[in-house]
């Protein structure tokens, strides 16, 4: 009868054995056959996944953007938001959409600077307005320059144009086909906003 407790005592100490080493083995991740036991799977089994540098899914502009990029950031929405207004008003006219031209653009930015410190048709140099084409060698039969200054929207600053008759008359000339738009923030004068310029060819 003694023998036999010792029998079953042994047997159930090599069973609990038996059961700690396998489940030891499903927590340490044990190679091989994959092992499920209680809803627990053998992760090293998975396929790994590898996603390429140019994969991962970026921002328009970094959340930690400086403040110049978000500056050029607006600059080029608001150059979007002139252009549009300015082919609703033509279009309303029964005219042909304006094309918006880089290299006008680069004249135009230069005005709006320059009309910063004075705002003039004249620039501060003495020359006429027409030199900032020639000086980018653009070459035209028909050129015209619209400004404005203290705007800060391009709504605003487009409402204003279409309500002054020499403004509108170049917004709604039959004879372009090119817009350049530039602005600049006012800084160290009286004016909130931005100064805007506008230059037009055919």
């Not at 609703?88 to 004249?107: Q, V």
Request: charge should be negative; proline fraction near 3%.
């Amino acid at each position: 009868m003694k023998k036999r407790y010792i029998l079953l005592a042994l047997a159930g100490a090599l069973c609990l054995a038996l059961l700690l080493r396998v489940d030891q083995r499903i927590l340490e991740g044990t190679r091989g056959p994959s092992i499920q036991s209680g809803g627990l799977l053998d992760r090293s089994m998975l396929p790994e996944v590898s996603i390429e540098e140019d994969d991962v899914p970026l921002t328009d502009l970094p959340i930690e953007a400086t403040p110049e990029e978000r500056e050029a950031a607006r600059r080029a929405e608001y150059v979007a938001e002139v252009l549009s207004l300015v082919n609703e008003a033509r279009e309303e006219a029964g005219l042909e959409a304006l094309t918006l031209d880089d290299t006008l653009c680069t004249a135009a930015q230069t005005r709006a600077e320059e009309c910063v410190g004075t705002f003039s048709h004249t620039r501060p140099d003495g020359r006429a307005y027409r030199t900032v084409l020639e000086d980018l060698e653009v070459t035209s039969t028909y050129s015209g320059e619209n400004l404005a200054t203290g705007h800060t929207t391009p709504k605003m600053v487009v409402d204003r144009w279409m309500q002054s008759e020499g403004h509108r008359a170049n917004i709604l000339n039959e004879h372009y086909t090119k817009i350049g738009i530039g602005l600049e923030k006012n800084t160290g004068n009286r004016y909130k906003g931005y100064a805007w310029a506008q230059l037009f060819t055919d």
